[in-house]
């Protein structure tokens, strides 16, 4: 059982989701929208009413969330810094020119971190021969340095960690805010505001 803890603690898949702010921030909130509503839920010293009622606001809340960081972290700040950083350093950084996108440097940076002998073998393997350029291809054969383009992967994980902070602390509040109680009232966990029919003179 230690050597299946060691080896899953020392994992590429868990190395990359340590140092991939976006994969942090998916995991955190999806154990928030299981882990929050599921510790109110057992909490024997509140009516059940309460419970459902506490759990299913929450549980809402962080899907929101997810949404929020799903359209907007991932699509517009984690590509959208590498196509602006592409742009803005293009000319005197012309190594970023050799990805055509952020997912295909990410790509890259996990293949290249893989402590494997023969790396062009698994890139065969896990990827088309189309997926790299002949010279990224010939870069992974060498063994290349993951860390060689580090400040490709800074600016990457710069823009998702920004995205994250106006995303969930900003927008996602204001959002769940205009959403969250008319879905309670939708699946019957809210009464429907009455009507203020006042008549005084």
């Not at 928030?32 to 759990?55: C, E, H, M, Q, V």
């Not at 929450?58 to 929101?64: I, K, N, P, S």
């Not at 505001?193 to 006042?198: E, Q």
Request: hydrophobic share 35%; proline share 4%.
């Amino acid at each position: 059982m230690i050597t299946a803890l060691t080896r899953a603690l020392s994992s590429n898949a868990l190395t990359t989701i340590a140092t991939n702010t976006s994969s942090q921030m998916i995991c955190e909130t999806t154990l928030k929208a299981i882990g929050r509503p599921g510790a109110i839920l057992i909490d024997n010293k509140i009516s059940d009413d309460t419970k459902k009622y506490a759990a299913a606001k929450e549980f809402l809340y962080q899907a929101t969330c997810l949404v929020v960081f799903g359209l907007l972290i991932v699509p517009v700040f984690k590509h959208g810094t590498f196509k602006a950083a592409k742009k803005l350093l293009g000319k005197t950084h012309p190594e970023i020119n050799q990805f055509k996108s952020s997912t295909e440097y990410l790509d890259y940076y996990k293949i290249a971190s893989k402590k494997m002998q023969n790396r062009l073998a698994t890139l065969s393997k896990d990827h088309s021969e189309n997926k790299f350029t002949p010279e990224l291809r010939e870069q992974l054969k060498t063994q290349e340095n993951p860390d060689k383009y580090d400040w490709i992967k800074g600016a990457i994980e710069t823009g998702s960690f920004a995205g994250s902070i106006i995303g969930l602390a900003i927008l996602a509040p204001q959002l769940s805010h205009a959403t969250i109680h008319p879905t309670l009232r939708f699946l019957g966990f809210e009464k429907p505001k009455s009507k203020n029919l006042d008549t005084q003179a």
